[in-house]
């Protein structure tokens, strides 16, 4: 593969895992996590994120009105905890079934050639 066609293809994997990301996230966010939680939690079930990529991407979603957090403080240094809002439930109940079609659609593409 030459180093333009890489780069490429780079950025289209970043961007696509951008949309699956912000899916993940609503999704793990039905429950109340703070950051670094959230982090372990989803590369246990196979999804690595970069702190460099969650954390702005958990501001984002705050500000865009996706979650709720709130300020805990206990042993050690506070804590920023992370929850889906009604709204973002709502996002992700519509992101879900786009999800949900597009991957049939996909397979069906895939399969017919």
Same mark, same amino acid.
């Given at each position: 593969?030459s !180093?333009?066609?890489?780069?490429? &293809?780079?950025?289209?994997?970043?961007?696509?895992?951008? @949309?699956? /990301?912000v =899916?993940?996230i609503? &999704?793990?966010?039905?429950?109340?996590? %703070?950051g670094?939680?959230?982090?372990?939690?989803?590369?246990?079930l196979g999804l690595?994120?970069?702190? @460099? &990529?969650?954390? !702005?991407?958990?501001?984002? =979603?705050e &500000?865009q009105g996706? /979650? $709720?957090?709130?300020?805990?403080?206990?042993?050690?240094? !506070?804590?920023? %905890?992370?929850?889906?809002? $009604?709204e973002?439930?709502q996002t /992700?109940g519509?992101?879900s079934?786009?999800w +949900?079609? =597009?991957? $049939?659609a996909?397979?069906? +593409?895939?399969?017919?050639?």
């Open positions: 593969m !180093p333009s066609a890489k780069s490429v &293809t780079e950025n289209l994997v970043a961007e696509l895992r951008r @949309g699956v /990301l =899916l993940a609503l &999704t793990q966010l039905e429950e109340e996590y %703070y670094y939680a959230l982090r372990e939690k989803l590369a246990q690595a994120v970069p702190e @460099g &990529t969650l954390y !702005p991407l958990l501001r984002r =979603l &500000t996706l /979650l $709720k957090s709130r300020w805990q403080l206990g042993e050690g240094r !506070p804590r920023r %905890y992370y929850q889906t809002s $009604k973002g439930r /992700l519509e992101l079934k786009e +949900i079609f =597009l991957e $049939k996909l397979n069906r +593409i895939r399969q017919a050639d």
